[in-house]
């Protein structure tokens, strides 16, 4: 059974910029998550859909959005880039009922210059 | 609001030593505990879990106990090999709304073995 895919891998922008990352979760699940990863902040949950739509939201500005296909995939947006938005950005997919685990990609590596 | 705390790292550490690693954790209602591991330019696998008190979740030698009254979910492993220098996370599920769809995780404790 193949894993959560998240494109692309890795991604150099420029302040000002906006950017698009996509995630593919396992077969079956109708839930995605997204995390940011940052030396300094950790783990910070950004937002999650379910069935295309979007269920819970951390607290993170609205330059931050993303949205669900019908096929369950998801894309993140970032708009305006600022520097500090330089992190490793993980998505996660479960079948997103009560007692779920939720399986993590690999990770889009976001470098903002 | 929820939050974990884990012990501070870098933990460094002989091949075939014992391995514990500390988390607490604050949360309202009961939540469900996970460790996950991150390797290297890698992201995070589930090592563990466990969804109610007293259960206890092992895994490739690793271990921990959903302890309630001490709100504690502390990772084990009696022998430690180079294979398992990763960052480990401790996390806690939100259970709100009946989902665990909000993983609210501790700052990550840098593990490595030496040969």
């Known amino acids: 059974k193949a894993g959560v895919t998240q494109t692309p891998r890795y991604l150099i922008k420029t302040r000002g910029q906006q950017v698009t990352l996509s995630c593919s979760p396992i077969?079956?699940?109708?839930?995605v998550s997204w995390y940011q990863q940052t030396p300094g902040q950790g783990l910070q949950f950004l937002f999650e859909?379910?069935?295309?739509?979007?269920?819970n939201k951390g607290n993170f500005p609205g330059r931050f959005s993303g949205r669900q296909f019908s096929n369950s995939r998801s894309e993140m947006n970032v708009s305006t880039l600022e520097l500090g938005d330089s992190a490793l950005y993980l998505c996660?997919?479960?079948?997103?009922?009560?007692?779920?685990?939720?399986?993590f990609g690999p990770g889009t590596r976001l470098t903002v210059l | 609001g929820n939050s974990v705390t884990q012990m501070e790292g870098p933990v460094t550490l002989s091949e075939e030593a014992f391995l514990t690693i500390n988390c607490t954790y604050t949360?309202?209602?009961?939540?469900?505990l996970f460790w996950y591991v991150q390797y290297p330019g890698e992201g995070l696998q589930l090592l563990l879990k466990?969804?109610?008190?007293?259960d206890k979740g092992s895994n490739k030698g690793f271990e921990a106990t959903y302890r309630k009254e001490t709100t504690s979910f502390h990772l084990e492993k009696g022998s430690v090999q180079v294979s398992d220098s990763a960052v480990y996370f401790c996390?806690?599920?939100?259970?709100?709304?009946?989902?665990?769809?909000?993983?609210?995780f501790g700052k990550g404790t840098l593990l490595t073995v030496n040969p």
């Open positions: 996660a997919s479960s079948f997103g009922t009560a007692t779920d685990t939720q399986y």
């Open positions: 077969s079956g699940h109708r839930s």
């Open positions: 859909y379910f069935s295309e739509t979007q269920r």
């Open positions: 949360a309202t209602g009961y939540p469900s």
């Open positions: 466990a969804t109610k008190a007293d």
């Open positions: 996390a806690l599920s939100d259970r709100r709304g009946g989902s665990n769809y909000k993983l609210t």
